[in-house]
């Protein structure tokens, strides 16, 4: 069954701490691997990565896949408060094509 | 702002009921997904539409119906509702429903079936 695991589940840091979340997953027909970060109700669309090694970055989000051991990473430096959070991160692939979705990471900034 | 809009926002209902979720896409964009959000599963990918048809299917109730309609908005149908379909009903859009392209989201709508 093709699943994404995302860790940890919750997070609490506070302003100026730099940040990693974790994406591991077990996807066939893998495509591509996307971040989402959802704030109140609509996911809002970060990162798309395709291939390994080769680093995203806005600002001060940045984030990488490795298709070998089947992971990604986001990293967020200096931390502020509006970067709490839920952040998802999906799959595109399986059988179907669409978007396989973890659970999230609920990052919590404190001031 | 997105630009995929979902109505209504809020929804309140009895079991057994039937209620319609609505979706409109982004302009230009062709295809739209319906997923299902609930605390415990996360984010459930239910239906995808493409240009009026179907064009792959998730994990969809049988109660569940979808229809993409010739002006490219799109209405979830649930019926027969039971306490377990209180979730986050999100609706996105993309260009051409392709693999390699990102969606976007609409805001939901939350129901609640009482």
């Known amino acids: 069954e093709d699943k994404v695991v995302q860790s940890p589940l919750s997070l609490v840091v506070h302003e100026g701490d730099t940040v990693t979340l974790n994406c591991s997953y077990e996807?066939?027909?893998?495509?591509?691997l996307l971040w989402y970060k959802q704030e109140k109700k609509a996911p809002t669309f970060l990162f798309m990565l395709?291939?390994?090694?080769i680093e995203k970055k806005s600002g001060r989000l940045s984030s990488i896949l490795d298709k070998k051991e089947l992971f990604s990473i986001l990293n967020i430096t200096a931390t502020q408060t509006g970067d709490s959070a839920v952040y998802l991160c999906?799959?595109?692939?399986?059988?179907?094509?669409?978007?396989?979705f973890g659970k999230g990471t609920k990052l919590s900034v404190k001031p | 702002d997105s630009g995929v809009t979902q109505t209504p926002k809020h929804l309140i209902t009895a079991t057994g009921q039937r209620v319609t979720l609505r979706c409109s896409p982004r302009?230009?964009?062709?295809?739209v997904y319906w997923y299902q959000q609930s605390l415990d599963q996360g984010l459930q990918f239910l239906i995808q539409?493409?240009?009026?048809?179907?064009?792959a299917k998730g994990n969809i109730l049988e109660r569940f119906s979808a229809q993409q309609f010739p002006d490219l908005h799109s209405e979830l149908n649930l019926s027969s509702l039971e306490l377990g379909d209180s979730a986050l009903y999100f609706c996105?859009?993309?260009?051409?429903?392709?693999?390699?392209?990102?969606?976007?989201f609409g805001s939901g709508t939350q129901l609640s079936v009482l």
């Open positions: 996807v066939t027909n893998f495509r591509s």
């Open positions: 395709t291939s390994s090694g």
């Open positions: 539409y493409y240009n009026g048809e179907e064009r």
């Open positions: 302009s230009g964009d062709l295809s």
């Open positions: 999906a799959v595109n692939g399986g059988s179907q094509g669409n978007l396989i």
């Open positions: 996105a859009s993309s260009v051409l429903g392709r693999p390699d392209e990102k969606l976007f």
